[in-house]
């Protein structure tokens, strides 16, 4: 049955971005701090996704997902590696024995443009080969043209093939244009049983920014006082400096509470945000600002 | 139609921007009749983290550029400080000084950026060497630029020390965090906006007002700052600087000199923030196989 997309409310934008300039200024220092950076590194799904990836580039990203950065005592691990279906061998076997999840992009990342089969077909190959999470996108072009049942049935259709492997929808909010497509895109990828909903591919700009994640917060929000299911959220894109991460942590506590509070529930899809957050936390540990020149680029 | 003076904001001078300092915190600048003339910035480790991350970003593109086009972008510094030369023997008046030495110390200042222009391109050849090697390498060495510097300008003047502490480091390539005179700064930010309208790039030159005695401990341990250049005299700073810079093996550098005088600009100046990388290139052995050259 689909879900009656009328009832997707209206989003006010000077509401929202007025909200968003409060989070910012959360003042978060000193032993605070430091279990926010470490949070956010846990919640990191490491990401490469590009045409030149290789066999070593992932192995390197794998060793350093499980070994942030080894002279910082006490530093977890971060949440998943986020690549390729192609890539997710190289990545179970750099893995093996590690928590760190196996995320994959799938159904024609990034434009989603390709026959319902194909999509299909990518989604199983990643799992196959071992992904423990699959991340999709959806059919921009279809929802703009109000082909909502569409994007709803594609979901469903993944979801499926998905079995216990948890799924994340991108609505590529730096597509949808509006506060209200993105609101309604949300309602729609969890109603037709996303587990995550995540803004952005990371090829598009704008990728995640803060008012497009309240809003699409609020909407995990409003089917959970429904429902009391809960839905995780990714923001992915344009997320690079810890300070950024710190506020995006506090818009989820003060929007979903303590409940959403960890990897479980919240993820960022970032490669460079990792090696900030390793900046501030040597920063924190060692009494003196921090260089990258002490930090491995990948 | 009477006329208002707008006074002017003293603001400090990160990755070309002219923001306020992150700390909210200021302090009175007097003249001899004891009259607030400004209320200058007290940079915090805050702005000095900040400035650091902007020198760094620029330092590729800076030291990337041929040494000619840093030449010419240095003298633009010097046309442009010509022409507001009144505003900088202004500044130098209102803190305390006559208009005759006023006047030496902004016509020194320019002379001090068209010496440093000229040297751009030219140290390398004097400095750089080919060595003699016993086998078949053509084996060559040449400064390269160290990287980020932190600098704690002179104390006594507002203008000329700060220029001539600024013009050997980036003529050479690096990129720089300045801390000005603290008890004349106003020549400084007058400074940043000659900086910012000569075409140099915004990170390449960053300048801070505020106390050496609150930012040098900082100035000496952050780990991204490649050398530290102090010119002033307090030895408990001094002490710390050289022991903090251990932490990364930043090169420590006490200028001490009277920057009045014509034997203050030298190119060693710029030697002191260079390093001397070598390179050896295999060529076939000369004369050796039949090898005609």
Not at chain 1, 170 to 188: H, M, P, Q, V, Y
């Amino acid at each position: 049955m689909y879900p009656d997309l009328s009832n997707s409310p209206v989003v006010d934008q000077v509401g929202i971005e007025e909200r968003v300039a409060r989070f910012n200024t959360r003042s978060i220092k000193k032993e605070t701090k430091l279990q926010g950076l470490k949070l956010a590194l846990n919640m990191i799904d490491l990401t490469t996704l590009e045409g030149k990836d290789t066999e070593g580039k992932v192995e390197q990203m794998c060793y350093k997902a499980m070994h942030p950065a080894d002279d910082i005592p006490g530093l977890p691990t971060v949440a998943a590696v986020c690549v390729y279906p192609t890539h997710v061998k190289t990545a179970r076997r750099a893995l093996q024995g590690s928590s760190v999840k196996i995320a994959s992009v799938s159904t024609a990342f990034p434009s989603g443009n390709s026959t319902s089969d194909i999509k299909i077909a990518d989604t199983k190959f990643a799992l196959d080969n071992g992904a423990d999470e699959i991340d999709m996108v959806i059919s921009r072009g279809e929802f703009l043209r109000g082909n909502y049942h569409f994007v709803y049935d594609e979901i469903a259709a993944v979801k499926e093939a998905c079995g216990k492997a948890r799924l994340k929808v991108i609505l590529e909010t730096g597509e949808l244009s509006t506060l209200d497509n993105i609101r309604k895109a949300s309602d729609i990828a969890i109603a037709a049983g996303a587990d995550f909903i995540k803004t952005s591919t990371g090829k598009i700009q704008p990728a995640a920014t803060m008012p497009v994640t309240l809003v699409m917060l609020q909407a995990i929000k409003d089917h959970y006082d429904r429902t009391g299911i809960m839905v995780g959220m990714k923001p992915a894109g344009g997320i690079s400096t810890a300070k950024g991460a710190l506020q995006y942590l506090v818009m989820l506590y003060e929007t979903l509470g303590p409940k959403w509070m960890s990897n479980e529930w919240f993820r960022f899809g970032a490669s460079s945000l990792a090696n900030d957050v390793i900046l501030q936390l040597a920063k924190e540990y060692k009494g003196v600002y921090y260089s990258k020149d002490y930090i491995s680029n990948d | 139609m009477s006329e208002l003076e707008i006074l002017k904001t003293y603001k400090i001078y990160i990755g070309g921007q002219f923001p306020r300092t992150e700390s909210g915190r200021y302090y009175p600048l007097m003249n001899k009749k004891k009259e607030v003339i400004a209320n200058i910035s007290l940079s915090s480790r805050k702005d000095f983290r900040n400035a650091v991350v902007a020198a760094r970003g620029a330092f590729g593109g800076w030291s990337g550029r041929t040494a000619f086009n840093r030449g010419q972008i240095l003298y633009r510094i010097a046309e442009m400080l010509e022409g507001r030369k009144e505003q900088f023997i202004g500044e130098i008046v209102r803190q305390g000084g006559t208009r005759k030495q006023a006047e030496l110390e902004v016509r020194q200042s320019i002379d001090r950026c068209v010496y440093y222009s000229g040297w751009c391109d030219k140290f390398q050849q004097l400095f750089g060497t080919v060595n003699p090697v016993s086998s078949s390498h053509f084996n060559f060495s040449v400064p390269e630029p160290t990287g980020v510097v932190a600098v704690i300008a002179p104390e006594d003047t507002s203008l000329l020390g700060l220029v001539s502490v600024i013009m050997p480091v980036i003529a050479g390539g690096n990129v720089c965090v300045v801390l000005a005179s603290e008890s004349k700064p106003l020549c400084s930010v007058t400074f940043a906006e000659v900086l910012a309208t000569s075409d140099l790039p915004g990170g390449v030159v960053n300048i801070m007002t505020g106390t050496s005695k609150e930012l040098h401990s900082h100035f000496s341990s952050h780990m991204d700052v490649n050398a530290i250049v102090y010119t002033r005299d307090n030895k408990d700073e001094k002490k710390l600087i050289a022991e903090n810079a251990t932490l990364n093996v930043k090169r420590v550098f006490f200028w001490n000199n009277d920057w009045s005088k014509a034997g203050s600009e030298n190119p060693y100046l710029i030697m002191d923030l260079q390093e001397i990388k070598t390179t050896w290139h295999p060529i076939e052995q000369i004369g050796v196989g039949g090898a005609k050259y």
